[in-house]
């Protein structure tokens, strides 16, 4: 038995939980802590993210990403290249083919991975890019909503989101894509 005080599975919430490295020659993997410097996940993992929507991203030490809860249970298991963290229910994960898709908390396929550069959806709508380097918008079925006309493309807030065109003008437009103004 370690010398940390592990609490109980009851005695914490995620929002108090953070990963945490802390001395390497102990274990060198991180551990899940809560705000007074308990061990709630004692190591285990080559690297750790904070709590979003109820689940945490987690890197095994053959460099798989996948994703547990508060209790330290694996939920989604590692095998993604890379994954973000959920947002709106779904996870951008990239698979073995280099491209990506997104995942649900159930770790479901929703979108499959034949994606570049996807963000989080915001929204409803998040951006990627096509093979010409140009960037656009899908909803959470995967299909196009925006065409991937943009040099860059930001994410939507209050129905509106900034893009800039390849001679570097930038624009708001709304989620059907129409320009609202030049900015």
């Known amino acids: 038995m370690n ?13 108090e939980l953070k990963p945490f490295r802390g001395d390497y020659n102990k274990c060198g993997y991180y551990r899940i802590i809560d705000n007074t410097w308990h061990v709630v996940i004692p190591c285990r993992w080559e690297e750790a993210d904070i709590f979003h929507e109820g689940l945490a991203r987690v890197r095994d030490d053959k460099g798989k990403f996948g994703f547990i809860d508060k209790y330290g249970h694996i939920k989604i298991p590692c095998e993604w290249r890379f994954a973000a963290y959920f947002n709106e229910g779904l996870s951008s994960v990239q698979g073995d083919n280099g491209k990506f898709g997104f995942i649900d908390k159930y770790g479901n396929i929703v979108i499959p991975c034949k994606l570049l550069e996807p963000s989080c959806f915001f929204e409803g709508l998040t951006q990627t890019k096509d093979e010409n380097e140009k960037f656009g918008y899908i909803d959470k079925t995967g299909k196009v909503v925006i065409p991937c006309k943009w040099s860059l493309a930001c994410r939507f807030l209050n129905g509106y989101a900034e893009v800039q065109d390849e001679e570097g003008k930038g624009f708001v437009i709304d989620k059907n894509g129409n320009v609202i103004r030049s900015i």
């Not at 010398?3 to 995620?14: A, H, L």
């Open 3 to 15: 010398n940390y005080n592990v609490k109980k599975e009851n005695e914490f919430n995620e929002n």
